[in-house]
């Protein structure tokens, strides 16, 4: 197993720069496996991923590499968990709002608290796993 194989999904799709045709297939195979392939993407949509990943081994192309780009970010919306998904909302007000918190404290390295991404993880999960009576 290489490195490549264990890289998660979003890494996969932002390094997906370079739009090689393994790069295409693993991510086809993710969506296939997820059921978001069918479900988020047209019909024209999956035959441009399908034929490039058979016709092409690296998309040198700028105006066919904008189109899979704009497919890719389609399917990756489609993909996210909930947690990621609270976590660009609700979470990420948290972590704004309890940074400024330790601020006015006097606390200086809050600052960094709300753009940490594991600390936004762990007040959504917290948040998720606290029951609604409890919740402000």
Not at 32 to 37: A, M
């Amino acid at each position: 197993m290489t490195q490549r194989d264990i890289l998660p999904l979003k890494k996969l799709i932002e390094t997906a720069g370079d739009l090689t045709q393994a790069n295409l297939a693993e991510i086809r195979n993710k969506a296939l496996r997820r059921g978001v392939w069918f479900r988020v993407l047209d019909r024209t949509e999956r035959a441009i991923l399908s034929l490039t990943i058979r016709c092409v081994e690296r998309i040198k192309s700028p105006r066919l590499a904008e189109i899979v780009r704009a497919i890719l970010s389609k399917l990756r919306e489609a993909m996210k968990g909930r947690v990621e998904r609270m976590m660009e909302t609700t979470g990420r007000q948290l972590a704004q709002k309890l940074s400024q918190v330790a601020q006015s404290w006097g606390n200086r390295s809050a600052q960094g608290w709300a753009k940490d991404p594991n600390f936004i993880q762990y007040l959504t999960i917290a948040l998720m796993n606290t029951p609604s009576m409890f919740r402000v």
